[in-house]
Every structure is written in C-alpha cells, then in structure tokens.
C-alpha cells in the first residue's frame, strides 16, 4: 500500500515579497520579504524535502531518480516535470516573460522551458495583473522597449479573488503588488526580465534580459486559445472545476463540502490544500500542506469542508 507524500516547502525571498505565507498560512519563513513558497518542487534551485513517513527528509528530486514506480509509467522524464508554488507579492513582480521548450534547450543549457497557470487565492479590491502587451507588430514592440513607453506597451487587467490565468511562453506578464497566487509551472526557473521598474535591490537594479526577451515575446499578442474553466461536477457533496488542460498539465479545483470520492487519471497527483480541513481515507489534512498522491494509490476519498488544487503533467 503506497502512501502519500507530504512536502516541506522551500521558500525564496524577493524585494517584492511580503509575510502573508506565515499569517495565511503559518508557514516559518525567513523575513517578511518571503515571496514564494516552493510547494512541491523537485527543481535544482529548491528541491523540497518529504515531511513524513517512509521517505522522511528525502528530497523529491532523490525520489525521483531512485523510485520512478511511485510517479507511474508515463513519469519518463529526466527531472520531476511540474513545480507548484504560492506567491506573495506584496509589491510588482518585474514586467517578464518566460521561453518555451525549444528556446530554453538552445539557449539555457537544456533547460524545460515555462508554461504556467495562476488560480488568484486572494487579492486587494483594485488589484490587476500584466498579462500581453498593445505592439501591433514585433517591430512595433522592439520601438516601445526601447523607448521604454512601458505604460503603453503592457495590457493590464483587473482580477479578483477565484479568477484562472494560463500563461504561454512569449506572454509577457507580471503579478502586481497585493497578489496571493497559487501557480502551477514546468519545473524551471528561467525568467527574462524586460523592466522591473527601475528599483534596486541591495542598492543595484536587478539584471534584465532584453534581448532574449524581445527573441521570446510573442507580438502581437494573442489571448490563450484554451478553454475556460469548465465545472465538471456540482452535486452538492463537491463542485470540481477543470481549470486548464493544456500539453504540459492538467489543473483541477475541488472543494469538497462534505465527502467525495475521488479517482484521478493514472500516474501521480500534486495537490495543494487551499482552504478548511478534514481527511484523505482517514488521514488528516488542512490548510497550507502540499502532498503528492503517488501512482496506483487508488481511489482518495475526502472527507471534510476542504478546498484543494490539483495538477498532474500531460
Ligand atoms: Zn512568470
């Protein structure tokens, strides 16, 4: 009978970070500058550790390579592919964009490019998000770059609480200040900054990434194509929201009201506990823990008024 595994998070400090992980969610962070809790991660610059059981203090990235068996057949990837984290930004993210694939395997030492997903857990009432950019055309976007006429150039939207976003490679974007984000990604850490507001950090501007960004930026800009997010059952018991399928994953929101039983596709499940607290067959859970349900665990059924996002790659 496999088991499940619970993750320690790593966490990353930022200048634009805040200390919403440890009022939220009660997570010890390292300053009030913590901007991103690294949930369940097997990547090279924060590879997370398991909480308990049988694999106790292995990190992801160890389990991976020694026991495959546990992530399913279709688990044949070099590197654990998906990373999910929670994101507090307190202050704007710099405006950046991300490469796919093909562009990070020429130019990144054969890293996974970045798609990514954020499902906007809380947020102040104004709050908006960058997400595209007006260039009518490539050489329209390199002109506005270079002219730095950045409040002309970024498509910024307003969100609220609930609301999904799929983020292509070459989407430029940023996460805004008074954002509480959960994201799904592709296990990779590469970002191309194209402006970051003229700050410093440790009396420095951070470094840009101009050229690559205008190689990566996709002009003009066009919407994701995906489906919205679709309710796929709403009985009372549980409404569950597929809120992206897309070639690198798969994201599902679940809030259980009082029971449900679950059975997820094969190979394994990361899942987030957002909100509440009850059980997984007979096992307790609450808010702010991530585990992974491992290949062929069986049915999950969850008891409990629980909010959970889960993801699993394609
Ligand atoms: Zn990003």
């Not at 924060?46 to 020694?66: E, F, H, P, Q, V």
């Not at 205008?214 to 997010?229: L, M």
């Not at 679940?254 to 007979?282: M, R």
């Amino acid at each position: 009978m496999s088991e499940l595994l619970f993750m320690e998070p790593v966490f990353k400090e930022a200048i634009w970070g805040g200390s919403r992980l440890h009022e939220v969610y009660g997570y010890e962070i390292p300053s009030d500058h913590t901007g991103e809790c690294w949930a369940i991660s097997a990547h090279k610059s924060g590879d997370g550790t398991i909480a308990s059981g049988t694999y106790k203090g292995k990190t992801l990235s160890w389990l991976w390579d020694n026991h495959r068996e546990l992530f399913g057949e279709r688990a044949t990837g070099d590197v654990f592919p998906l990373l999910v984290k929670i994101i507090d930004a307190k202050a704007d993210l710099s405006i950046q964009v991300h490469p796919d694939d093909a562009y990070a395997a020429a130019h990144e030492n054969g890293s996974l490019g970045k798609m990514e997903c954020w499902y906007i857990l809380d947020c102040d009432e104004d709050a908006t998000i960058v997400i595209g950019h007006n260039a009518k055309d490539h050489d329209d976007l390199v002109r506005m770059i270079g002219e730095k006429r950045w409040g002309e150039l970024i498509r910024q939207i307003p969100i609220k609480k609930g609301d999904f976003f799929q983020i292509n490679p070459g989407c430029v974007h940023a996460i805004k200040g008074g954002t509480l984000i959960l994201e799904t990604q592709q296990s990779s850490d590469i970002t191309y900054r194209v402006y970051d507001y003229d700050r410093l950090s440790d009396g420095k501007p951070r470094p840009l990434h101009v050229k690559q960004s205008i190689d990566v930026i996709e002009a003009p800009f066009r919407p994701d194509a995906g489906e919205a997010p679709q309710v796929l059952v709403d009985d009372g018991h549980v409404k569950k929201t597929r809120l992206v399928t897309c070639p690198r994953y798969t994201v599902e929101k679940l809030d259980v009201i009082d029971a449900w039983e679950e059975t997820f596709p094969d190979g394994f499940v990361n899942v987030s506990v957002l909100e509440g607290e009850g059980s997984l067959n007979g096992i307790a859970i609450r808010k702010g823990q991530h585990f992974i349900v491992p290949a062929g665990y069986g049915p999950c059924r969850f008891d409990g008024k629980i909010s959970l996002i889960c993801s699993w790659p394609e």
